[in-house]
């Protein structure tokens, strides 16, 4: 009797034990349902200190994380909810956007691609899966998934988004503007989505339409630099030169520098002469000049963002280098070798580039140098703004003089104006 009544207390209090343990787990879980994902995550991590082997916690802790641009954390429970046996088509599903939002197309391909052969009426996972193909290029296979997601449901609103990117990406400005329309009259109230409309009208030159979709986009997120940029280019186009200042004083003051994009006509401009005394150029007196020189080489870059050193990474600015006797290190010795030379090493250079295009090339000279000017766009890595940039590369006997000028493309307009003010003052000295 004494041996059973301390059996029936050990069994009462693992009972007792077990319950409240569980409570962790359905707290969490309602807390994943009223959006409290911090509550959530901190009371699936109580009931995971003890039941370490529950993939149904692992999969909500990982949402939570998910939701709350934790990715890395959202893959590793992801994937130890699914080693549990958590295998649904949901799960790699989800764990595929923490791999799309990190940045790992492949891996995120891999998993829409397991969800839709777990469910091959997964409307969000064929969505998905396009995402990854747009961002790779892929916008063929991209549509077929996106009419296939429609086909299973047809007032996705996130398809008809996708699917507008996609004509969009495709140059098909007007069927892009179709898709956002839908998304839209589908109630979506996003900033973003009239921003991408309003990118598809000026595309197609209507202006007026484009700065409409703009000033939207602008009411909804007032910090929106990109939106004011092209509403301001959009002004510019239809000869509304003060409305377009307005919005640069806008950006400027967003970012912090309300001297970046000064009118043009306000822009002082002085006098510089490199250390060596290889070239003089005009430049903006708002602008900071660091130099770098030596018997081999003078460079220098101007740019108005704030960096210390000349390695430092910069968006907007310009780098102009005097190369002498450069066969004595290259083995090139005429003009045209020269050019022939550095082409080739940039050509080489832009083969790490994520994307790299040349817009124009035209000959430019200077005193006894001969060169050329090449207008290119570039994006260094993935993630990254696609740059557009001037290219200038000079020569004269055994000596090159280069130039790299770059902005963010979608304000190049702006900073076009002071780079050719620039180019025009450049004069060899030597």
């Known amino acids: 009797m004494k041996n059973l009544l301390i059996s029936f207390l050990l069994f009462f209090i693992f009972f007792c034990r077990s319950a409240s343990q569980d409570k962790f787990k359905s707290k969490g879980i309602t807390d994943f349902f009223k959006k409290n994902y911090k509550s959530c995550v901190e009371n699936l991590n109580e009931f995971i200190i003890h039941k370490s082997n529950d993939s149904e916690a692992y999969y909500y802790r990982a949402l939570c994380k998910l939701y709350m641009n934790e990715f890395d954390e959202a893959i590793q429970d992801f994937t130890k909810a699914i080693d549990l046996g958590f295998n649904k088509p949901d799960a790699y599903n989800n764990r595929g956007l923490a791999f799309l939002y990190n940045g790992d197309f492949k891996l995120a391909l891999d ?9 091959s009426n997964f409307a969000e996972a064929y969505t ?6 747009i961002e790779i290029g892929e916008f063929d296979d991209a549509l077929l998934d996106l009419r296939k997601s429609i086909e299973i449901n047809p007032n996705n609103i996130s398809t008809y988004y996708e699917m507008g990117r996609v004509f969009y990406k495709k140059k098909d400005y007007q069927e892009a503007i179709v898709n956002f329309d839908k998304c839209i009259k589908l109630g979506l ?66 970012l912090g520098n309300e001297n970046l994009f000064k009118p043009i006509e306000e822009v002082e401009f002085i006098e510089l002469t490199d250390s060596l005394q290889c070239f003089k150029l005009s430049v903006p007196s708002h602008w900071m000049v660091i130099q770098n020189s030596d018997t ?12 210390s050193s000349f390695n430092d990474f910069y968006s907007i600015g310009i780098k102009i280098a005097f190369i002498p006797n450069i066969s004595v290190e290259y083995s090139v010795h005429t003009p045209g070798e020269i050019l022939e030379f550095w082409r080739g090493s940039i050509e080489k250079n832009a083969q790490d580039y994520y994307y790299y295009k040349y817009l124009q090339q035209k000959l430019f000279t200077r005193g006894d140098y001969t060169g050329n000017l090449f207008e290119t766009i570039v994006q260094y890595w993935q993630n990254s703004f696609l740059f557009q940039c001037y290219e200038l590369a000079l020569a004269k006997e055994d000596t090159l003089l280069y130039g790299f000028f770059q902005a ?14 620039v180019l025009s003052s450049l004069t060899p000295l030597k």
């Not at 989505?193 to 000033?215: H, M, P, Q, W």
Request: aromatic letters at 12%; one cysteine or more.
């Open 296 to 307: 081999n080489k003078s460079e220098i870059i101007i740019t108005p963002e704030n960096i």
């Open 128 to 133: 998905n899966r396009a995402t990854v193909n």
């Open 111 to 119: 998993d829409f691609n397991s969800a839709i052969g777990k469910d």
């Open 189 to 254: 109230r996003n900033s973003k989505v009239y921003y991408n409309r309003g990118n598809s009208y000026f595309k197609l030159g209507n202006f007026k339409k484009a700065i409409e979709d703009y000033t939207k986009c602008i009411s909804l997120d007032s910090n929106d630099t990109e939106a004011l940029n092209n509403r301001a280019v959009a002004y510019e186009n239809l000869g509304l030169h003060e409305k377009a200042k307005e919005d640069r004083k806008r950006i400027a003051k967003i």
């Open 408 to 421: 963010p493309s979608n304000q190049f307009s702006y900073f076009r104006q002071i780079f050719d003010k």
